[in-house]
């Protein structure tokens, strides 16, 4: 056999496919002493290690599965699989909607590369119609790659250039906009959009994937046609998060982009609402609403982008002991703003206190948030809370951590002066400071429990 046949393989591994004479791409059947494993090789990521064979079972998911353990191995068959994405002309269909999707780096629509261990993104519209061709069903799209980065290193350089992308869209009359974005900081993006494109006549609706198209549990091809439809055919126009609603593939939850955030590492149904309800329902066929205060799609292009932002902001998450030089590092580095995740109803230590008092007196802006994520401030009940507010530290109602640091970072954007960032800080925008939270707006489910257990039965896909 040639080199070719073992790509990415090398050391034990390597070693053990030659004796058993066993390609990559082969079918086989596996003997281990721990258990019997069918499936086919997959290459081995470039960068892994030498001692682990990777194998995709029936069920379409990879196992590794460590050479050492091998008894026997026996080629029952080979093909070789083409993991490029497959492209076709996206069709016009005259009538449809014409929504622009525009690319951050996140990959809504992906292969992996099993040489390499990376995903392969399907971007163009060629690509994602052969991806998804139920889009062409829904609206009639573009496609525009702003950057091509991980979540993690979205910013506001990004946020700016995709609100000034987004305003141009509207004003060149766009029925909707999708973005296609990483999960991990799309809640993040989501507010800093709420807050820079003011008063937008189409949805606006940010979609990711949590697990790649190649994956028999994907949630990608669902969440782009749920999101398409919304962009196309829904009546919301506000930043949206459109992403899975229950754990079977019913339906997806929009999400307003000041109350979203993302709870759970890996789960499809990551996105929730915080105390509140979600906006909408979204299907492949349509949009309900849950909630009857939204901004109403309108026939006009007429948006104000406000794409302001200062870097100098950071978000602070109170902890036991902290110890006040952490404020005292980012006075002295120059922040002009700080949020705070308190304790309970808005809490800190009092050795804080005087770092905090420091702070304020050379104007750096203050807000505080409660790190329970429901809930609002309350820091006139105990001491503690009256005390911090003496010292300049301002209550941000029920805003969330991550919300409140994004909107102070657009706040200081536009003034430095204390009152003008706090009537921009405390005027609700899009229901990121509501009067009261709905009865239905904290659910926090306990497992074990016979009650919850019987609901469970009842609504579990």
């Given at each position: 056999m040639?080199?070719?046949?073992?790509?990415?393989?090398?050391?034990?591994a390597?070693?053990?496919?030659?004796?058993y004479?066993?390609?990559?791409w082969?079918q086989v059947?596996?003997?281990?002493?721990?258990?019997?494993?069918t499936?086919?090789i997959l290459?081995?990521?470039e960068?892994d290690d030498?001692?682990?064979?990777?194998?995709?079972?029936?069920?379409?998911?990879?196992?590794?599965?460590?050479v050492h353990?091998i008894i026997?191995m026996?080629?029952?068959?080979?093909?070789?699989?083409?993991?490029?994405?497959p492209?076709?002309?996206?069709?016009?269909?005259?009538?449809?909607?014409?929504?622009?999707?525009?690319?951050?780096?996140?990959?809504?629509?992906?292969?992996?590369?099993?040489?390499?261990?990376?995903?392969?993104?399907?971007?163009?519209?060629?690509e994602?119609?052969?991806?998804?061709p139920?889009l062409?069903d829904?609206?009639?799209l573009?496609?525009?790659?702003?950057?091509?980065?991980?979540?993690?290193?979205m910013?506001?350089?990004?946020?700016?250039?995709?609100?000034?992308?987004?305003?141009?869209?509207?004003?060149?009359?766009?029925?909707?906009?999708?973005?296609?974005?990483?999960?991990?900081?799309?809640?993040?993006?989501?507010?800093?959009?709420?807050?820079?494109?003011?008063?937008?006549?189409v949805?606006i609706?940010?979609v990711?994937?949590q697990r790649?198209?190649?994956?028999?549990?994907?949630d990608?091809?669902l969440?782009?046609?749920?999101?398409?439809?919304?962009?196309a055919?829904?009546?919301?126009?506000?930043?949206m998060?459109?992403?899975?609603?229950?754990?079977?593939?019913d339906?997806?939850?929009?999400?307003?982009?000041?109350?979203v955030?993302?709870?759970?590492?890996?789960?499809?149904?990551?996105?929730?609402?915080?105390?509140?309800?979600?906006?909408?329902?979204?299907t492949?066929?349509?949009?309900?609403?849950?909630?009857?205060?939204?901004?109403?799609?309108?026939?006009?292009n007429?948006?104000e982008?406000?794409?302001?932002?200062?870097?100098?902001v950071?978000?602070?998450?109170?902890?036991?002991?902290?110890?006040?030089?952490?404020?005292?590092?980012?006075v002295?580095?120059g922040?002009?703003g700080?949020?705070?995740?308190?304790?309970?109803?808005?809490?800190?230590?009092?050795?804080?206190?005087?770092?905090?008092?420091?702070?304020?007196?050379?104007g750096?802006?203050?807000y505080?948030?409660?790190q329970?994520?429901?809930?609002?401030?309350?820091?006139?009940?105990?001491?503690?809370?009256?005390d911090l507010?003496?010292k300049?530290?301002?209550p941000?109602?029920?805003?969330?951590?991550?919300?409140?640091?994004?909107?102070?970072?657009?706040?200081?954007?536009?003034s430095?002066?204390?009152?003008?960032?706090?009537?921009?800080m405390l005027?609700?925008?899009?229901?990121?400071?509501?009067?009261?939270?709905?009865?239905n707006?904290?659910?926090?489910?306990?497992?074990?429990?016979?009650e919850v257990?019987?609901?469970?039965?009842?609504v579990r896909?």
């Amino acid at each position: 056999m040639s080199e070719d046949s073992f790509q990415g393989y090398k050391g034990d591994a390597l070693k053990v496919l030659k004796d058993y004479n066993v390609r990559v791409w082969g079918q086989v059947d596996i003997e281990t002493n721990r258990g019997s494993f069918t499936g086919t090789i997959l290459p081995r990521s470039e960068s892994d290690d030498d001692f682990h064979l990777v194998l995709k079972i029936p069920t379409g998911y990879n196992v590794g599965i460590d050479v050492h353990t091998i008894i026997s191995m026996t080629e029952t068959g080979y093909k070789k699989a083409n993991y490029k994405i497959p492209e076709k002309e996206f069709p016009y269909t005259e009538g449809l909607p014409n929504v622009k999707l525009f690319g951050t780096g996140g990959t809504i629509a992906s292969r992996l590369d099993y040489r390499t261990g990376a995903v392969i993104p399907a971007f163009t519209p060629g690509e994602l119609y052969g991806a998804v061709p139920e889009l062409a069903d829904i609206c009639n799209l573009t496609t525009e790659k702003l950057f091509a980065v991980f979540s993690e290193n979205m910013g506001p350089e990004q946020y700016k250039k995709l609100a000034i992308s987004i305003g141009k869209e509207i004003e060149n009359g766009i029925d909707g906009i999708v973005i296609g974005h990483g999960t991990d900081t799309l809640h993040h993006t989501a507010a800093a959009l709420t807050y820079m494109i003011k008063n937008p006549p189409v949805p606006i609706v940010m979609v990711g994937s949590q697990r790649s198209s190649d994956r028999p549990s994907s949630d990608a091809a669902l969440n782009l046609m749920h999101a398409n439809y919304t962009a196309a055919h829904g009546h919301i126009a506000e930043v949206m998060v459109c992403m899975f609603g229950p754990t079977s593939d019913d339906y997806a939850l929009l999400h307003r982009g000041t109350r979203v955030r993302k709870m759970h590492s890996s789960y499809r149904s990551t996105f929730r609402t915080l105390g509140d309800i979600p906006l909408a329902k979204a299907t492949k066929k349509g949009v309900k609403p849950l909630k009857n205060n939204f901004n109403p799609r309108r026939n006009d292009n007429n948006v104000e982008i406000l794409p302001y932002f200062e870097e100098k902001v950071s978000i602070v998450y109170y902890y036991p002991n902290m110890q006040p030089d952490i404020i005292d590092s980012l006075v002295e580095n120059g922040y002009k703003g700080i949020v705070i995740a308190g304790t309970g109803l808005g809490h800190v230590n009092k050795p804080l206190y005087p770092a905090i008092e420091r702070a304020a007196k050379k104007g750096v802006h203050i807000y505080m948030t409660v790190q329970t994520l429901w809930g609002y401030v309350h820091m006139f009940v105990y001491d503690t809370g009256r005390d911090l507010m003496a010292k300049g530290i301002v209550p941000a109602e029920n805003m969330l951590p991550e919300v409140a640091y994004i909107k102070l970072g657009w706040a200081l954007g536009q003034s430095n002066d204390p009152e003008e960032v706090k009537n921009i800080m405390l005027t609700p925008i899009n229901d990121d400071i509501t009067d009261r939270e709905p009865y239905n707006g904290y659910l926090v489910y306990q497992g074990g429990l016979d009650e919850v257990e019987e609901f469970i039965q009842k609504v579990r896909k």
